[in-house]
């Protein structure tokens, strides 16, 4: 909650707005009234009403308080923590710790209900090769066994599993999603796309649900000490609008939070146009044009390259991915609430499937006489520079995957696309064309890094040190536009968050590093010193 009393936060202000320039952009105090910024300046300009409260930000740096554009907080929550064996790659390196953290799950201690394992990434777990469910049958029994992809666009189940999902041969396929198939048709332990690895998790993840408020405060509150003070979920329900508006009213919501219901084909949206407020609002939908590149089924022009790692996670040679829906069913989808104003954001990484999202949203864009749209496109891994000039002229946004290149980068290089690999998610060509672009990290996919964001998009840099030249870096002020004021626009709060200016909510956090002057790494690794939401820090 805001503090009641006026408070006089006197430091060193750091304005990343575009319309700041010269001594305005690097302010010494700000009063902040109810929440709201009421006046920025220097120390001499801003002066403390009686009464007021003082708090000196010290040697630390503060900037707007940083927006995650693109998260999954509600699948975050049930992935991670107690009840999952987490095997992604920055918990465990190898394919032996992987098997050996599945087999320590269903041997040690009381014999399980079933195992739920998230993470599984044999281009980073080098030695991983796909389970059969015959394999996965052998291991687990009778135990209902589900090891989800890291990029949570896949998943490996054994026949119980399948069984207490209500999953057999006969179940149909749901909409842009698959269960992997034989020639017989019997299944083969492999779910594709979200809607499938929900239903094969379902039974799993129930228990975890129960705890959502619990777990969902510990993991917000997490995001929060990362700086972070508004959350995007672009995996959500109706109720998980009722259960971030309980924690509101509670209290107990550690950020602000925007939604992005999932859709598909005969859907409609769950709430009304304008419901919420400034702490908890849907503000559009969510689809997916194709898949991940981790796991073969993006939607590009040209095929995979035929690598050890890309045998590895089961591609054949000359394999090409194609796309969830088609063009068509893309317009289906969106017309079902284009027409009310809801914003769409559209997963799609292949330069197929973005051809195909921007295709739809021009026929859209027409078909409803749109302007501020805002619509999105998602990740945008193969995104070329004509794409994102395209996209700009049709009014549509863009949010940018970059830490893919952080851990992914030599992968994405050496063993998926060669050359074509190098120019993965260029958000230079992005701002470039025009765009107030954002970057994010994608709920568990990668760690909540929004400061390694900047740095990496800057540098182009894998952990590795290698950079990946065939994208163009960003220079600092768009870097840090992308996670404040970019993002605020890009959610539709441009009027609430994002700037450090009078009439906003007085959402700060504040670094041990200059943001401006500091050099790429420094700022990755810079240490968040305070946050706050509605001038209220933590």
């Not at 009641?4 to 952009?25: N, Y």
């Not at 980073?124 to 949570?152: F, K, W």
């Not at 995979?304 to 063009?327: C, E, F, K, M, Q």
């Not at 909540?448 to 990946?468: D, F, K």
């Amino acid at each position: 909650m805001p503090e009641s009393r006026p408070t006089l936060i006197t430091g060193r202000f750091v304005r990343t707005d575009a319309e700041a320039r010269g001594a305005d952009a690097r302010p010494e105090a700000m009063l902040v009234e109810g929440g709201v910024i009421t006046a920025i300046g220097s120390r001499e300009e801003v002066s403390a009403p009686a009464g007021a409260a003082r708090v000196d930000l010290g040697e630390g740096w503060a900037l707007p308080g940083l927006i995650e554009p693109h998260g999954h907080p509600s699948e975050a929550a049930a992935l991670l923590g107690e009840g999952t064996v987490d095997i992604r790659p920055v918990t465990i390196a190898t394919a032996d710790g992987v098997w050996a953290a599945i087999r320590a799950a269903l041997t040690d201690g009381p014999r399980p209900a079933r195992v739920l394992a998230n993470g599984w990434d044999p281009l980073l777990q080098r030695g991983l090769t796909p389970p059969t469910m015959a394999e996965l049958d052998a291991l687990a029994g009778d135990i209902p066994l589900v090891i989800v992809h890291n990029s949570l666009h896949s998943a490996y189940f054994n026949a119980a599993a399948a069984r207490e999902a209500g999953v057999n041969a006969g179940t149909p396929d749901p909409a842009g999603a698959a269960y992997g198939r034989d020639a017989a048709g019997a299944l083969t332990g492999v779910a594709l796309e979200a809607a499938a690895v929900m239903r094969i998790a379902g039974p799993a993840l129930a228990a975890a649900r129960a705890e959502l408020p619990r777990r969902m405060a510990e993991l917000l509150r997490g995001m929060r000490e990362r700086g972070v003070t508004t959350v995007a979920d672009l995996t959500w329900t109706e109720d998980l609008g009722g259960l971030f508006a309980g924690m509101a009213a509670a209290g107990t919501l550690p950020t602000r939070i925007r939604g992005y219901e999932m859709s598909r084909p005969g859907a409609r949206a769950t709430a009304r146009m304008g419901d919420g407020d400034a702490l908890v609002r849907q503000v559009g939908v969510k689809v997916w044009s194709d898949g991940s590149p981790w796991v073969g089924n993006i939607a590009a022009s040209f095929p995979y390259l035929d690598t050890p790692a890309t045998r590895a996670i089961g591609l054949s040679p000359g394999h090409v991915g194609r796309a969830n829906y088609t063009t068509e069913q893309l317009v289906e989808i969106g017309g079902q609430y284009a027409g009310e104003g809801w914003q769409l954001a559209c997963h799609a990484h292949g330069d197929v499937a973005i051809d195909s999202t921007l295709d739809a949203y021009e026929t859209l864009i027409e078909r409803f006489g749109l302007s501020d749209h805002r619509f999105r496109v998602e990740h945008c891994g193969l995104m070329t520079p004509a794409q994102y000039a395209r996209a700009q002229r049709l009014g549509a946004t863009v949010s940018v995957f970059v830490d893919h290149l952080t851990y992914w980068g030599d992968v994405l290089v050496d063993d998926l696309f060669g050359e074509r690999g190098a120019a993965w998610a260029d958000a230079g060509a992005a701002f470039a064309a025009g765009h107030r672009a954002t970057f994010h990290n994608d709920g568990t996919v990668t760690p909540c890094e929004p400061l390694r964001n900047m740095a990496v998009a800057e540098t182009r840099t894998s952990r590795t040190g290698r950079r990946l030249g065939g994208g163009t870096a960003v220079s600092r002020a768009d870097a840090l536009r992308a996670h404040t004021a970019n993002a605020a626009w890009q959610l539709r709060s441009e009027h609430e968050i994002g700037a450090l200016r009078p009439g906003l909510r007085a959402d700060l956090v504040v670094i041990d590093a200059d943001p401006l002057t500091a050099d790429a790494e420094s700022l990755a690794t810079a240490t968040v010193l305070a946050t706050a939401v509605d001038g209220a820090f933590s």
